[in-house]
């Protein structure tokens, strides 16, 4: 149990609320038009544990000479010897081999099986952004935004204007939160010759267009609402994460970064699983009075 613990802790099991809650939501607008199958969710549910899983180990395993190096990080499993390379290289083999297999669930969709090893390479391949692009943190949003739209085409085997706009709230959202986050390590990444924007921007512009970014968020949840023709519900959802994200900002201040961490895990963590669970109740109102006697 000690060790599965260390593993839990090694990937951030519980950052899991980030990209998940989108790929439910998109599965339950998929599936207005498309028949439910137990097993589509199972899928999708392993899925997304597996490859986040291979992803974050991953990145540990790139990063462990860097995070030795890092105060912030020296104590992460690897630096601190808490877990060796072998049981980690292992684990990550064992995940993304989980993540490709698990896609046979979706059959005789083959879009899944076709495109796991590429979703697989998107997301490992992260790891490195730091190391030569400032727009690395675009590179983990993108690896996010694949889950609404991967959790669409598994159901349903074609692309649509719904999960598009859902999968560009996730790519500017998390670009953004990402960008506060990186605020920790400016001084650090600018001295270890690593890329980030707040190394390249300094603090402040980077806490700027991290706001920018999340503006973008909101303006695209509005276009969901229209092109995925939701309810009152979901707009009274929307005024809320935008109210978070507002709040989010107020945390963080250039001359104070003490609380990068309350509002990177728990304030995005809100806006994930309540924007999923105010959007499927609303779509579950939607069609509990499409089809009642009074409509």
Same mark, same amino acid.
């Given at each position: +149990?000690? %060790?599965?613990?260390? /593993?839990?802790?090694?990937?951030?099991?519980?950052?899991?609320?980030? $990209?998940? @809650?989108?790929?439910?939501?998109?599965?339950?607008?998929?599936?207005?038009?498309?028949?439910?199958? *137990?097993?589509?969710?199972?899928?999708?549910?392993?899925? +997304?544990?597996?490859?986040?899983?291979?992803? +974050?180990?991953?990145?540990?395993?790139?990063?462990?000479?860097?995070?030795?190096?890092?105060?912030? *990080? !020296?104590?992460?499993?690897?630096?601190?010897?808490?877990?060796? #390379?072998?049981?980690?290289?292992?684990?990550?083999?064992?995940?993304?081999?989980?993540?490709?297999? *698990? *896609?046979?669930?979706?059959?005789?969709?083959?879009?899944? #099986?076709?495109?796991?090893?590429?979703?697989?390479?998107?997301?490992?391949?992260?790891?490195? $952004?730091?190391?030569?692009?400032?727009?690395?943190?675009?590179?983990?949003?993108?690896?996010? +935004?694949?889950?609404?739209?991967? !959790?669409?085409?598994?159901?349903?085997? &074609?692309?649509?204007?719904?999960?598009?706009?859902?999968?560009?709230? #996730?790519?500017?959202?998390?670009?953004?939160?990402?960008?506060?986050?990186? %605020?920790?390590?400016?001084?650090?990444?600018? &001295?270890?010759?690593?890329?980030?924007?707040?190394?390249?921007?300094?603090?402040?512009?980077?806490?700027?267009?991290?706001?920018?970014?999340?503006?973008?968020?909101?303006?695209?949840?509005?276009?969901?609402?229209?092109?995925?023709?939701?309810?009152?519900?979901?707009?009274?959802?929307?005024?809320?994460?935008?109210?978070?994200?507002?709040?989010?900002?107020?945390?963080?201040?250039?001359?104070?970064?003490?609380?990068?961490?309350?509002?990177? /895990?728990?304030?995005?963590? !809100?806006?994930? #699983?309540?924007?999923?669970?105010?959007?499927?109740?609303?779509?579950?109102?939607?069609?509990?009075?499409?089809?009642? @006697?009074?409509?």
């Amino acid at each position: +149990m000690s %060790t599965i613990q260390k /593993f839990l802790e090694l990937i951030r099991f519980s950052h899991t609320v980030f $990209a998940l @809650p989108f790929a439910l939501f998109s599965a339950v607008l998929a599936w207005r038009e498309t028949p439910f199958r *137990t097993q589509d969710l199972l899928g999708i549910l392993l899925c +997304m544990v597996f490859a986040r899983s291979a992803a +974050m180990a991953f990145n540990r395993l790139v990063d462990r000479d860097i995070d030795a190096d890092n105060p912030r *990080t !020296a104590a992460r499993h690897l630096p601190a010897g808490l877990l060796s #390379v072998r049981a980690v290289t292992a684990f990550t083999v064992v995940c993304s081999a989980g993540f490709v297999l *698990t *896609t046979l669930l979706f059959l005789p969709n083959r879009w899944p #099986v076709m495109l796991s090893l590429p979703v697989l390479g998107v997301l490992l391949g992260y790891s490195y $952004a730091k190391r030569f692009t400032a727009a690395c943190h675009y590179w983990l949003s993108a690896a996010l +935004m694949l889950s609404p739209v991967a !959790a669409w085409i598994a159901i349903r085997g &074609e692309l649509s204007w719904p999960p598009v706009m859902l999968a560009a709230v #996730v790519f500017f959202w998390v670009g953004g939160f990402d960008i506060i986050y990186a %605020t920790q390590d400016a001084a650090f990444d600018r &001295e270890r010759g690593l890329f980030s924007l707040p190394a390249r921007l300094g603090v402040r512009r980077s806490l700027r267009l991290a706001a920018l970014s999340h503006l973008a968020a909101v303006i695209c949840l509005a276009g969901l609402w229209r092109v995925a023709d939701l309810g009152l519900l979901y707009l009274a959802g929307l005024a809320l994460v935008s109210a978070l994200l507002a709040y989010e900002h107020t945390l963080v201040r250039e001359d104070d970064l003490s609380r990068v961490n309350q509002a990177f /895990f728990q304030v995005n963590a !809100a806006v994930s #699983v309540g924007l999923c669970a105010i959007g499927i109740l609303d779509v579950w109102l939607g069609q509990w009075w499409a089809s009642s @006697p009074a409509a």
